[in-house]
């Protein structure tokens, strides 16, 4: 089988050949002695031109009957048609019914709205729009390997059952069995979850803590998996399952880790300019007219810095066009992250040093004892899309925060002892990788970078 992707990359080297295509027909219209079919086999988001003749071949009644969305397999010649709307054309010598599908198939040929195509999440890979996202998606996805792996990062698979809350947020989502029968939790002895683990067990919010035990393994690591959030917020990038991207780098520090994301988020965009060039037109026509701006923008150029006192002294006179005013303590939402990268930087920006306060536990204390070594990197489009930090490697230090926070130690015993066994300066971060897909095709809605998202009051799938 030829894919419809290498016909377009180079169409004229296929001239007068032989091809054998299998998709999925977009539209079909015929007259009694020829039709056209627009067939899109996923490969690109454009679709090949099929021409049959009733001389040609033999079903030519069934195949001028089939409706949009059936699945064919053609077989015939490849015809350049420099005068014509599309650059070349199939002429079909037999034309091969795998599939019908019916007048109801719901992509029919015009433009649908993305709330109408997430109610048929099984059936909008089909589409342009969730087409492309996706190949990017996987395009990026292994972009992020192959730059860890050439850096000689370890994978490691961290755990998605876990007892620990790493962010300390209380978002879990509880893992339980459904033994009802259980005579200790008849009994009530038992709270749902205990059974199955001891402890109450929950889905993971993030990779880290893990992380860190092999970072302090084998130098550099990372993650690359799902994470859950019980997060209640129905906003337009916040999903209870996503999946996140978490290095983390031993003999390193927060400027180190910074570097790293940097050097990282070039690396992908520049895989996905090359990879997915067709792609990215498509989503700067549609989507962005700034995107391709954008990305190769950010190839070229260093990013922002500034520390989190800075950013609020920015954003303070700016107040009155908040919907939450900030001043030094508050946390820095959406709002202030999109005026920061959007309107005051115009490129990606690390804030850093941010009060302890709002961050977690787990963070390394700054000498001013008021804040930590964390950083976030904001982006136009989607404000945070990476969140990090040095971690605390000082017993003592990590203890008292722990006692601050009404940390139970005991159920940290073992991340306590990567401090007392060999503990060094430490850091990394965690990249929502739906997040970067947003910022990668512009597209606003995290629920159109997922394949099934999982959302508050998403459809059932
Ligand atoms: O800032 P967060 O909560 O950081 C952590 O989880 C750290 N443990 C990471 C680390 O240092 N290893 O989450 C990291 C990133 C965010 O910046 C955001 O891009 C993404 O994960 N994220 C979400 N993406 C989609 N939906 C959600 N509900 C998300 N919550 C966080
Ligand atoms: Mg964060």
Known sequence: KTQVYDIFKDSASFNEKDVTIAGWVRSNRHSNAFGFIELNDGSCFKSIQIVYVTADIENFDEISRLNVGGAIIVRGKIVLTPDAKQPFEVKAAKIDVEGHSTPDYPLQKKRHSVEFLREIAHLRPRTNLIGAAMRVRSEAAFAIHKFFNERNFVYVHTPIITASDCEGAGEMFRVTTLDVE????????????????????FLTVSGQLNGEAYALAYGNIYTFGPTFRAENSNTNRHAAEFWMIEPEIAFADLNDDMRLAEDMMKYVVSHVLEKCSQEISFFNEFMDKTLSERLVNLVNSSFAHVTYTE???????????????????SDIQTEHERYLSEV???????VTDYPKEIKSFYMRMNDDNKTVAAMDMLVPGVGELIGGSQREERLDLLLSRMKELHLNEKDYWWYLDLRRYGGTRHAGFGIGFERLIMYLTGITNIRDVIPFPRTVGSAEF
Do not use: M, T
Request: charged share 25%.
């Open 182 to 201: 259980n005579p200790l939790r008849k009994e009530g002895k038992i709270d749902f979850g205990e059974d199955f683990f001891c402890k109450n067990a």
């Open 311 to 329: 950013a609020i002294n920015l954003l303070i006179p700016h107040n009155a066009s908040f919907a939450f005013p900030v001043k030094w303590g």
């Open 344 to 350: 005051i930087f115009k490129e990606p920006v690390f």
